[in-house]
């Protein structure tokens, strides 16, 4: 999943600066700066960290930061999603959650809402990343 979710994603990315507030979001990311309110300290300083890779420039690493983030959140809500499923099956029989829970994260990752955050410099993709992670810790993964 994680690598299907972030070929798309990297094939259809930004490759430099997009409309709205991405463009405020990687600047502030390449010179620690504070965007608009609420500031997204964490966002800015994991952004930042991305900035210091030695591929491409400031506004391809942090869109990467976006299409990384999906990628990793469909693929541990992917394991998440095939354990939930596989408890209902029986234990020769796990096998079988495989393709309804690919075929549904499919569908998810080419959803417009989560491709449009996942292909440009926003906060969303990698808040989902971080919810997913949580929320794997709570469930007990």
Known sequence: MFILSLALYVATMCRTV???DTGELAANAGILGIPHRPGF??????????????????FYRVNFLSAASAAVALAFLAY???????????????????????????????TYTLWMQAVRAEVYAPNLMLVTLL????WGA
């Open 18 to 20: 997009f409309w709205w």
């Open 80 to 110: 998440l999603w095939y354990e939930l499923a596989a408890q209902q099956l029986r234990p020769r029989r796990r096998w079988e959650a495989i393709a309804p829970v690919t075929m549904s994260l499919l569908a998810m990752a080419g």
């Open 41 to 58: 300290p964490l966002y800015v300083i994991v952004a930042h960290l991305m900035t210091l890779t030695p591929f491409g420039d400031v």
């Open 135 to 138: 929320f794997g810790c709570v």
